[in-house]
C-alpha cells in the first residue's frame, strides 16, 4: 500500500544520504538530512569525509543512477570541468604489465574530484522544496515508541548541536528529538545502528569483516588535456601478485590526481621523491609519467582496517521505520572505485521500493540492496582475502573464482569483448555471473590453453617481484607529455 510519510530523517549528508534524501522527497512531505560536520559553500573536502581527498573515480552505473535521481547532473559536472567518457576508450587498465583490449563499452563514466560531486549533488538536493539539511547536530541514538517491545518501530532520532557532546550518556542540555516516520542510517562507516539495537535487545546484524589494513598516499598533479594521449584514467589496481595500486584520474582545474595504495602493513610515502619511487615500483605508466609532470600539493594520507559488510538482509527481527544504506551497509576496499555507485544504485532501490508503498520495506529494501554489494564483495574483498598479509584466508570456492577472474582478465588484454564483459560487471552494469556464460568461459579457456606456459612463467616472475620495490618497464606506455 502507497502510505506518504509526514517526515523521513537520513542521518549522514554525504553521497548515500543525500542521494537516499532525494529519493525520499517524493515519498515524504518533509526529508531531514543531520549530519556532523560543517558542510563547506564551496567544493573542498571536510573532516567527516576524509576519504574525501583521495581518488574518486564516477562508474557508468552510479553516474547513470545519479542521473535518474537528480536529472542533468552529469551536464552540470562536465560544465564545471567533469569528463564524461566511454570508461574502455579513455581509461587503461592494466593487468600486471598489460592493459585491458581498448574498444567501445557504451560504459560513460565521469572523472570529477569527489569534492566537487558532493558539493553538486548537496546544492541539488538542498534545492528541492521539501529537503532541509542541518549542519553540525549530531545524531545520538534513534527513538523507538516502545523501547523493548517485540513491535517496536523507531519513531526518530535525537540530536544534538555537536559542540559539547560527549556522547549518548552524557548529553548536554540542547538534545532533542526529531521525529519521523522513517529513519535512514547514511552516518558511514563507523554507523551505530548495530550498537543502538543491542542496546534494545534487537539483534545487530551479523558483521563480516575481512581485514586489510589498506594505506593511501595521494598527491596532485597538473594535467593538460593532451597529456597522456587524452586518457582520463590510468589504473593500476593491486593484485594478490602485487599488492599495491596506482592510480591516475583526470580532474576538474587542469589536475590529475593519483593514490598510491599499501596493504597490511605498506604505507605509500607522500615524499614526492619517494612517492614517485613506491609509484614506479608497479609495472605500469604511472611511476614513469609522475617525474614529467607539476606537483601541486603536499600530498595526503588516509587508512582504513578492514572491510565490513553488515548482514541487515537477515537480520529476523528489526524494527519498523529504519533504514539503513551506503557504507553504513558495507564498506569495502574502493579497488574498482564502486562505493558512491553503489550508494546511488541502493538510493535507486529505496525510490522503487518506496513506490511500493511501506510496508515491510526494510525487508525488501536490505534484500535488493544486497544485490549491489555482492559484486564488490565477490569481486574486490574476495580477492584482498588472498592478499599477502591476508588474516581472512579465502574459502575455496573464494580461490576458484580469484583464478577464474584472474585468467579472464589476462584473456581480455587480447580480447576486446571480454574486456568488456569484465567492466560491465565491475561497474556493476552487469551481475558476475555474466563472467560465467558458456560463451565467456569458452574464450577464458581457449585463451589460457594458448597461453598456458607463458602465463605460468609470467605468474611467477610477478609473485617473485610482488614483495620487492624495484621497478620495470611497462608495455603500452601512454606518452608523458
Ligand atoms: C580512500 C578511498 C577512496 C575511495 N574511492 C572511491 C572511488 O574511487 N569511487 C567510489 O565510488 N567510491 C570510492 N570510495 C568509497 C566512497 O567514499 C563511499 O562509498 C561513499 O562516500 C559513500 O559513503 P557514505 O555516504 O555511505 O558515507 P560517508 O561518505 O563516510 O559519509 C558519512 C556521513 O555521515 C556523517 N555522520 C557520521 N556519523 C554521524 C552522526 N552520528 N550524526 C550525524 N552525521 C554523522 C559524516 O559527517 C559524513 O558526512 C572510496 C573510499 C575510500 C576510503
Redesign the pocket.
Known sequence: MTQRMSRAVV?????????SASALADHADEVVV????R?PDEPLA???????Q??????AS?REAMEELLPGLTDELCALGGELGDFQERTQFYVGDRTLAGGTSGLLALAVS?PLL?HRVRTRVAALPNVTIRER????DLVLDDESGPAARVVGVA?APLDGVAGPEKAPSGVETVPADLVVD???????TPEWLERRGFPAPAEERVRID?A?A?RQFRRSATHADGLVAVLQPSSPELPRSA?M?AQEGDRWIV?L?GYHGVRPPTDLEEFIAYAATHPGPVGRMLPTLEPLDDGAT?R?AANVRRRYEKVRRFPAGLLV?????C??D?A????????ALEALELRGCLADGTDDLARRFFARAARHVDTPWTLVVGRDRELPGSTDPAPWATRMMNRYVGALLRAACDDAELATVFLRVSHLAAPPSTLMTPRVVAKVARAALRRGPADRTRRRRDQEEGGRTKGRPGASTPSPA
Open positions: 542521518i549522514g549528508g554525504s553521497l548515500a544520504g543525500l542521494l543531520l549530519d556532523r560536520d558542510l571536510r573532516s567527516g569525509v576524509p576519504q574525501s583521495h581518488v574518486h573515480g564516477l562508474l552510479g569527489r558532493e547536530t549530531t545524531v545520538l540530536v547514511a552516518s558511514g562507516r563507523t554507523a551505530r589498506v593511501y595521494t592510480i584520474l593514490g595504495t588516509y582504513f544504506t551506503g557504507d553504513a551497509l564498506a569495502f574502493p574498482y572505485g564502486q562505493g558512491m555507485s553503489v550508494a
